[in-house]
């Protein structure tokens, strides 16, 4: 009786006050750091180019926004971490689909696949800069392939994951192929698929980072290699915590598309 009451009651509080109510750790813990990280340079008294303190950091912010090399450098790094999420997920979920459908091609193309995870992007990255050049173009490629191999898993998993009982059911109905995909597969699928997604949105700004290593004149990974080269320590964390916002708001956008295309979920579990 206990246990229905409480459970009543979280379900009389609306969702965004719960959620407000989440906030407070993370504020919290992101506000400890920052003292822990002040007090840390006031106290070991370190120069400013071995660790500058959250005042000098939040001043070269404001110095690299007014000037607009940040926002250029971000929109550079954010162009090349979306166009390679949208290629390797896009290839990625093409060749699940057919490696969960044909275990014949999945055994042909297995080997490859793993083998090619066993070679870090780092060590392929330098090559993918030499054959298609120091633009765009090359650090596209490296998000793509970064982002590619979690988001296969995930599409093969999720596929294998539909019950054989919904499959009879859909044969006993006579659904044709499109239709098995579109109104069982890819509802079923869709759980695991965006898991895969997340993981993929948040490696991507990797791929793009080191690739801007390898070469480039323009991006987050230039500026931190500018950064480091003037021993501008405060530029290097300003792009570092940059590249951070970067990389939660395309989780934050991937969890609210899972929010909207699993509404449905929710819908049942009330």
Not at 87 to 110: D, I, N
Not at 212 to 229: H, K, Q, T
Request: proline share 5%.
């Amino acid at each position: 009786m206990q246990i229905n009451l409480v459970n009543k009651v979280n379900n009389a509080v609306p969702h965004r006050l719960r959620r407000r109510g989440s906030l407070w750790p993370v504020l919290l813990s992101v506000f400890l750091a920052l003292l822990a990280w002040d007090m840390t340079s006031r106290l070991t008294n370190l120069p400013a180019f071995i660790l500058p303190s959250p005042l000098q950091v939040g001043e070269r912010f404001l110095r690299a926004l007014s000037d607009g090399s940040l926002l250029r450098h971000t929109w550079v790094t954010f162009q090349e971490v979306v166009l390679g999420l949208i290629f390797g997920v896009t290839f990625a979920v093409f060749l699940g689909y057919l490696l969960a459908k044909s275990p014949w091609f999945e055994r042909l193309v297995s080997p490859y696949l793993v083998a090619s995870q066993a070679v870090p992007i780092v060590a392929i990255a330098p090559l993918l800069v030499i054959w298609f050049g120091p633009g765009m173009l090359s650090k596209v490629l490296i998000c793509a392939l970064i982002v590619f191999f979690p988001v296969l898993v995930n599409t093969v998993v999720g596929l294998r994951a539909v019950p054989a009982s919904l499959r009879d059911l859909m044969r006993s109905l006579r659904a044709s192929h499109w239709q098995v995909l579109r109104y069982l597969e890819i509802p079923a699928t869709l759980p695991i698929f965006l898991g895969g997604l997340r993981i993929g949105a948040t490696l991507s700004v990797i791929g793009a980072v080191v690739g801007e290593f390898v070469g480039a004149d323009r991006g987050l990974g230039f500026l931190i290699n500018v950064g480091r080269g003037q021993y501008d320590t405060a530029l290097v964390f300003v792009a570092v915590f940059t590249l951070v916002a970067l990389a939660l708001s395309l989780y934050g956008g991937v969890a609210l598309l899972e929010s909207v295309l699993l509404s449905w979920q929710e819908w049942r579990r009330e």
